[in-house]
């Protein structure tokens, strides 16, 4: 199936997550509203505020839209930082937003800006060489449902979790030029990437 | 419209962010410890290593779509954060009280500053005065997102800006032209927003000053390459970012709309002139309701390119904040002169 993979595009780093998926060879589309929604295979939640987007989600009424994507089209859904928040079951201290993937975060963890990292972790699923990690004001993902399976933990907090219809990083693959992120959530959506890497 | 809609597409589909080219180049220090600073234990060196600085960069790409708002309490920074705000700048009068008010106008009381950090989860920005080094300092102890060092208060130095390179904290300034955003970059600015006219409601000198930004890059890279350096030295640009912005087409930080803003065209209408999200300051909270207000620019920032939004978002918003038409005013009333 050579389809288009979703990215919203409300707020945060949609050219970011484009140029990732461009470089690969796998077309994307921007969503907006619901109707952009069908005929994808897979949706990226970008990074940004998560507040914000969960404001901007409601008022173009693509909540409950990506909710019956996931649900009933079966469309494969990642959410980076802000859109692992979007996605978990449980929020720390606040309602649950999407709700699409058991796990329970915490908005916002790590402190301010000056305690944003980069980092660098073998994650077996993804690469065989070490990736690079940029965690920017992330939350943390604090517990994994038992359907949830954990791809990378790191001392108190989890980074990284996967379930049948979704992938959730508490950092920012888009950020890095690694495209191992992006190349395992093309395959997850079974996307056919035309041509070779561009990078 | 439609011309700057499809200008600005094109521009994205090529646009590869100055962040990960810096990572395609080979780079000397792929070993890292896995955290490479924090606050508390950033040395100088940490800040010499382009690490600190390009994760304020990206800070800055993250909030790009949105809109920061001025407020001067908690009970205006939660309704800014529900409104969907991306981050509030915390300041203890908005620009329409301080030019009306005159005086010193100083980085703002860091209890009050506290207090809202503590009130939203969204980023907290705080102003430093021009070349006042050390209410950034201050600032940047108290823990807060990111520092702005504005025209909008009163100038402590009038020669020099803050050595912004010094600091982990990400910095963002004001300019009017290429040269002045490249110059507060070259000092270690990770975001760039225009000046505008703070405080006056009336968006021609942020227009203006995006126009001639863009306009001013657009020259950069249509100049052979022997042209660059009188090209650069003319407008005062730094020469290596002047290559860089030639390569790449924009400015190498994000690039914000501020001064002026004060309705959801307004807002678009900068979007659609090529910036990244925009600032308002007074726009919001000096209006008949502000509350509603926040969410219409919210949402015409989102859907900048799409008229029957900008539309529905321009319904029902009462008064805008009481505005001053730029063109009558004094030269030595406009705060856009302020920086060097």
Same mark, same amino acid.
């Given at each position: 199936?050579?389809?288009?993979?979703?990215?919203?595009?409300?707020?945060?780093?949609?050219?970011?997550?484009?140029?990732?998926?461009?470089?690969?060879?796998?077309?994307?589309?921007?969503?907006?509203?619901?109707?952009?929604?069908?005929?994808?295979?897979?949706?990226?939640?970008?990074?940004?505020?998560?507040?914000?987007?969960?404001?901007?989600?409601?008022?173009?009424?693509?909540?409950?839209?990506?909710?019956?994507?996931?649900?009933?089209?079966?469309?494969?859904?990642?959410?980076?930082?802000?859109?692992?928040?979007? #996605? &978990? /079951?449980?929020?720390?201290? *606040?309602?649950?937003?999407?709700?699409?993937?058991?796990?329970?975060? $915490? !908005?916002?963890?790590?402190?301010?800006?000056?305690?944003?990292?980069?980092?660098?972790?073998?994650?077996?699923?993804?690469?065989?060489?070490?990736?690079?990690?940029?965690?920017?004001?992330?939350?943390?993902?604090?517990?994994?449902?038992?359907?949830?399976?954990?791809?990378?933990?790191?001392?108190?907090?989890?980074?990284?979790?996967?379930?049948?219809?979704? #992938? &959730? /990083?508490?950092?920012?693959? *888009?950020?890095?030029?690694?495209?191992?992120?992006?190349?395992?959530? $093309? !395959?997850?959506?079974?996307?056919?990437?035309?041509?070779?890497?561009?990078? | 419209?439609?011309?700057?809609?499809?200008?600005?597409?094109?521009?994205?589909?090529?646009?590869?962010?100055?962040?990960?080219?810096?990572?395609?180049?080979?780079?000397?220090?792929?070993?890292?410890?896995?955290?490479?600073?924090?606050?508390?234990?950033?040395?100088?060196?940490?800040?010499?290593?382009?690490?600190?600085?390009?994760?304020?960069?990206?800070?800055?790409?993250?909030?790009?779509?949105?809109?920061?708002?001025?407020?001067?309490?908690?009970?205006?920074?939660?309704?800014?954060?529900?409104?969907?705000?991306?981050?509030?700048?915390?300041?203890?009068?908005?620009?329409?009280?301080?030019?009306?008010?005159?005086?010193?106008?100083?980085?703002?009381?860091?209890?009050?500053?506290?207090?809202?950090?503590?009130?939203?989860?969204?980023?907290?920005?705080?102003?430093?005065?021009?070349?006042?080094?050390?209410?950034?300092?201050?600032?940047?102890?108290?823990?807060?997102?990111?520092?702005?060092?504005?025209?909008?208060?009163?100038?402590?130095?009038?020669?020099?800006?803050?050595?912004?390179?010094?600091?982990?904290?990400?910095?963002?300034c004001?300019a009017?032209n290429l040269g002045e955003a490249l110059r507060r970059i070259a000092e270690?600015a990770?975001?760039i927003?225009?000046?505008?006219?703070?405080?006056?409601?009336?968006?021609?000198?942020?227009?203006?000053?995006?126009?001639?930004m863009?306009?001013e890059i657009?020259?950069l890279?249509?100049?052979?390459?022997?042209?660059?350096?009188?090209f650069a030295?003319?407008r005062g640009l730094p020469l290596e970012l002047s290559f860089k912005v030639r390569?790449l087409?924009r400015l190498p930080v994000?690039n914000?709309?501020?001064?002026?803003?004060?309705?959801?065209?307004?807002?678009?209408?900068?979007?659609?002139?090529?910036?990244?999200?925009?600032?308002?300051?007074?726009?919001?909270?000096?209006?008949?309701?502000?509350?509603?207000?926040?969410?219409?620019?919210?949402?015409?920032?989102?859907?900048?390119?799409?008229?029957?939004?900008?539309?529905?978002?321009?319904?029902?918003?009462?008064?805008?904040?009481?505005?001053?038409?730029?063109?009558?005013?004094?030269?030595?009333?406009?705060?856009?002169?302020?920086?060097?």
């Amino acid at each position: 199936m050579a389809s288009a993979i979703g990215i919203l595009d409300l707020q945060g780093d949609v050219i970011e997550h484009i140029a990732h998926f461009e470089s690969i060879g796998v077309s994307t589309r921007r969503v907006k509203a619901p109707a952009d929604l069908s005929g994808l295979s897979g949706l990226v939640i970008p990074g940004g505020e998560s507040t914000c987007l969960w404001r901007l989600l409601r008022l173009f009424e693509l909540d409950r839209a990506i909710a019956d994507a996931v649900g009933q089209q079966k469309i494969k859904v990642w959410g980076t930082c802000a859109g692992a928040i979007l #996605l &978990a /079951t449980r929020i720390r201290n *606040e309602p649950a937003k999407l709700g699409l993937l058991d796990i329970e975060v $915490a !908005r916002n963890a790590f402190g301010s800006q000056l305690d944003s990292f980069h980092s660098r972790a073998l994650i077996p699923k993804i690469s065989d060489r070490e990736v690079p990690l940029t965690f920017i004001r992330a939350p943390k993902i604090l517990q994994a449902g038992k359907d949830v399976e954990v791809l990378l933990a790191v001392d108190d907090y989890i980074a990284m979790v996967e379930s049948t219809a979704a #992938l &959730a /990083t508490i950092f920012h693959p *888009e950020m890095t030029p690694c495209l191992a992120f992006h190349r395992y959530f $093309a !395959r997850k959506c079974g996307v056919q990437r035309s041509g070779t890497d561009r990078v | 419209m439609k011309l700057y809609t499809k200008t600005r597409n094109k521009q994205n589909s090529r646009l590869i962010w100055p962040t990960f080219r810096l990572y395609l180049k080979p780079q000397k220090q792929l070993i890292v410890p896995r955290k490479i600073s924090s606050a508390k234990n950033a040395t100088r060196e940490d800040n010499m290593e382009n690490n600190r600085y390009e994760l304020n960069v990206q800070l800055a790409q993250m909030l790009k779509g949105g809109v920061i708002m001025d407020v001067v309490d908690v009970e205006q920074a939660k309704t800014a954060e529900e409104a969907g705000a991306v981050a509030v700048m915390a300041l203890e009068r908005v620009p329409s009280d301080i030019r009306r008010q005159g005086g010193v106008a100083r980085m703002s009381d860091p209890d009050m500053i506290a207090a809202i950090k503590q009130a939203v989860s969204i980023p907290v920005m705080a102003k430093a005065r021009i070349g006042h080094f050390v209410e950034a300092q201050v600032l940047e102890a108290l823990s807060i997102d990111y520092i702005d060092e504005s025209e909008v208060l009163t100038p402590a130095d009038e020669e020099c800006h803050i050595d912004k390179s010094l600091f982990s904290i990400p910095f963002v300034c004001g300019a009017r032209n290429l040269g002045e955003a490249l110059r507060r970059i070259a000092e270690g600015a990770a975001m760039i927003r225009t000046k505008g006219e703070a405080g006056t409601g009336d968006v021609v000198e942020a227009v203006r000053h995006m126009r001639t930004m863009n306009r001013e890059i657009r020259q950069l890279q249509n100049l052979p390459t022997e042209e660059v350096v009188p090209f650069a030295k003319e407008r005062g640009l730094p020469l290596e970012l002047s290559f860089k912005v030639r390569e790449l087409g924009r400015l190498p930080v994000v690039n914000f709309a501020a001064g002026g803003i004060a309705t959801p065209a307004d807002a678009a209408l900068m979007m659609q002139l090529g910036c990244d999200g925009v600032f308002v300051g007074s726009g919001i909270f000096k209006s008949s309701d502000p509350a509603k207000r926040a969410q219409a620019i919210v949402k015409a920032v989102a859907c900048f390119n799409d008229p029957d939004q900008i539309l529905e978002a321009s319904r029902g918003l009462g008064t805008a904040m009481e505005s001053i038409n730029v063109s009558g005013m004094e030269d030595g009333e406009r705060l856009a002169g302020r920086g060097w």
